[in-house]
């Protein structure tokens, strides 16, 4: 075996395997590490080899940097240091008429059966005719073309993500990825037996049970022919994509190996591919056979089951080809160890187990369930992990019950759950009568908070407006107040301004001319038949005379 190109190469070249990797009949052989546990082991360590383009092999050259025509002139050299007919044409090239062969290009001639090469580009005339004696121009080939096979003349040059399965002069198998060789067979053919692109092979393989991709793999075959004259294809060379977290399982003989991921080939016959497997959470419901219980009653589980496979070499070497082969048998001999110690009656009544009532212990069913969680869960925890499997979840998701007993303890059963479901309805009726009266109770309360609420806001407001109406009151009694008291301040000083102007006047003329207007004044205020009395000296006397005198002779009119 060898690896190149970031791939892994498996060829027909074997050592012995370390002691701890030895199996034999699918168990570990006694050595002097009897009870050390098998490790991953990658190809490099399976079996070593020398890879194919490495080795010295008579007129087989590798195409270096140099390209394609430094590596066929490299192979016309060791053709004529061994006295053997060059393959590279003497024949010049003109510029004027005759075959052309343009730059990029080699041209072939058929030399009497022997391939001969044009290297140079340019034009090859068919004159003189000596140079064209027993020849014949072919064709012409890309420098670049992935393979060229032409009179026992093999060119074979591959890109990245290409792969060349080729078969020597000797039918020896070999895989050639990013490089090329050209080789020149004396006695038999290089046959090149395809072209493989390692990104997208075409067969798809999916665990069978839970259907998630593995990876992809190609198988290439050869056409061999018997001594009747038939031909049978024969698979030569074995192609596989592992992605990322998954890894293949390779068995020869009794030795296994683990193939990490990523893009690998297999050509030794005696190496097999045993599986591929992937290191993901898987999930899935696995249906038990029928179990009896302790009173002879048949049930059928559904089990939910999640797992992780962390040791592929584990389960392979017990003999199991998924791990769920390797858990429906341990499940099902657990839970059968299980069911058989537990009543009927203490499974119809919990109708299933997980995370939501893993805690619950009120349950009358719990001896099921905490067998179920003490038992079934560590039980295969501790097989799992003998066939490299870790278990993260195991549930109950449904039973069936069979048989003539089950079906009358499902009536009793069934009876007995009618009689606490309508105790469950009477309960519950009950409750919402209840309900409603509280409901009743709160609707009436707060209707009489919201009434109170309302009465308070109107007396407040009735307050507020009182208040308001006393204080508006107020405000208009000083503000009239005080428009009195300024109406008469201003009347007073007026009074006082106009006197003052009065005093200041001397002139006799002038004061007897304000007498008559303020006489003319009091005439045009109380109108003209208005007797003026005078309130001092002896007019005033004269007019209290009058007063008394005109209320005496109303009181004599009075009394008659």
């Not at 999930?283 to 089951?305: A, C, G, H, N």
């Not at 769920?324 to 499974?347: G, N």
Request: proline fraction near 4%.
């Amino acid at each position: 075996m060898s690896s190149f190109g970031g791939s892994t190469v498996v060829d027909g070249t074997t050592s012995v395997p370390p002691p701890h990797m030895r199996y034999a009949n699918g168990k570990q052989t006694i050595s002097e590490e009897p009870l050390r546990k098998p490790k991953r082991k990658f190809s490099t360590n399976f079996a070593m080899g020398v890879d194919y383009m490495e080795e010295e092999r008579p007129f087989f050259v590798k195409i270096g940097k140099d390209g394609l025509i430094a590596a066929l002139q490299k192979l016309d050299q060791q053709l004529r240091a061994a006295g053997r007919v060059h393959i590279l044409s003497t024949k010049k090239p003109t510029d004027w008429i005759g075959k052309s062969v343009t730059p990029g290009q080699i041209g072939l001639i058929n030399h009497g059966g022997l391939p001969k090469i044009l290297t140079r580009a340019g034009r090859y005339p068919g004159m003189p005719l000596r140079n064209w004696w027993a020849r014949e121009f072919v064709g012409t080939c890309g420098l670049s073309d992935t393979v060229i096979e032409y009179k026992g003349l093999t060119v074979v040059q591959v890109s990245q993500n290409q792969a060349a399965v080729v078969s020597d002069p000797q039918n020896h198998v070999f895989v050639i990825k990013n490089s090329g060789f050209v080789a020149y067979a004396i006695e038999g053919t290089y046959s090149v037996l395809s072209i493989v692109d390692q990104t997208h092979l075409p067969t798809m393989v999916k665990d069978p049970i839970t259907k998630v991709v593995l990876g992809w793999s190609h198988e290439v075959t050869m056409k061999s022919r018997t001594a009747s004259g038939t031909q049978q294809d024969y698979v030569v060379a074995l192609f596989l994509n592992i992605p990322a977290n998954n890894c293949a399982i390779l068995q020869k003989g009794d030795d296994l190996e683990l193939l990490p991921a990523g893009q690998h080939f297999i050509t030794t016959p005696n190496v097999t591919l045993r599986g591929l497997f992937t290191l993901g959470e898987n999930q899935l419901e696995m249906p038990t056979k029928d179990i009896f219980t302790r009173d002879q009653v048949p049930v059928s589980l559904t089990i939910y089951l999640k797992w992780q496979l962390t040791e592929p070499l584990k389960l392979t070497t017990h003999g199991y080809n998924t791990p769920y082969d390797a858990l429906r048998d341990k499940t099902q001999s657990i839970l059968t160890q299980i069911v058989a110690h537990l009543d009927y009656s203490s499974m119809v009544k919990q109708r299933s187990l997980g995370p939501d009532n893993l805690d619950d212990g009120s349950d009358s069913s719990s001896a099921f369930l905490d067998a179920l969680r003490t038992r079934a869960m560590d039980d295969l925890h501790l097989a799992a992990l003998e066939y490299g499997i870790i278990m993260k979840d195991l549930a109950v998701i449904d039973r069936q019950f069979k048989g003539d007993i089950a079906q009358t303890m499902d009536k009793l059963t069934t009876r007995a759950l009618q009689a606490q479901v309508e105790a469950a309805n009477v309960d519950r009726e009950n409750s919402n009568k209840i309900k409603q009266e509280e409901g009743a109770l709160a609707v009436a309360r707060i209707k009489a908070q919201s009434q109170n609420t309302i009465a308070d806001a109107q007396a407040y407001s009735i307050v507020a407006g009182a208040e308001a109406q006393a204080k508006k009151l107020q405000i208009e009694a000083e503000a009239q107040a005080k428009a009195t008291r300024l109406a008469a301040e201003a009347e007073a000083e007026a009074v006082r301004l106009r006197a003052a102007a009065d005093a200041a006047v001397v002139d006799h003329f002038a004061r007897e001319m304000e007498l008559r207007r303020t006489e003319v004044s009091r005439v045009q205020a109380f109108g003209d038949k208005t007797v003026f009395v005078p309130t001092d000296g002896l007019g005033a006397q004269m007019g209290s005379a009058m007063a008394v005198g005109m209320a005496a002779g109303l009181g004599t009119d009075g009394r008659k």
